[in-house]
């Protein structure tokens, strides 16, 4: 008897850490994601510089390309916006996975940590209420 219950012990602190180590990883990507969205944002403001020539050194794959500014201004903001589609995606899928591990430690959810932020329209239309 001691020893399934030592076993199901060890499947539950397994799980426990697995769910956690999860969340830690899903973290770092969001953490790596968004350094490199800031680095796009950067280039891309650089390329907005009216001093700036039309065509410009862009390092791809580490090999350097001349290309002309409005292409890999275009390139620039699709990768953002690529981005800030995954960060947001690893976010919700970060809160859905500390859910799970509150769970496994048999702790309630956290009240509040669901929350989104008001839309453009939904704050303007509360705004006009007032």
Known sequence: MEASLREKMFRD?????????????????C?????????SQEALNRLNDAFSPKNVWACLSHQFFEVPKSSLKTALKSDMDTLSSEISSLRDEIKR??????????????????LRPLAKDELSAITGLY
């Open 13 to 29: 602190l397994e799980a426990v850490e697995a769910a956690a180590e999860k969340i830690i990883s899903s973290q770092e990507r």
């Open 97 to 114: 996975d500390l859910d799970n591990l509150r769970e496994l430690e048999g702790k309630n959810p956290l009240k509040g940590f669901n």
């Open 31 to 39: 953490k790596l994601y968004e350094i490199n969205r800031r680095k």
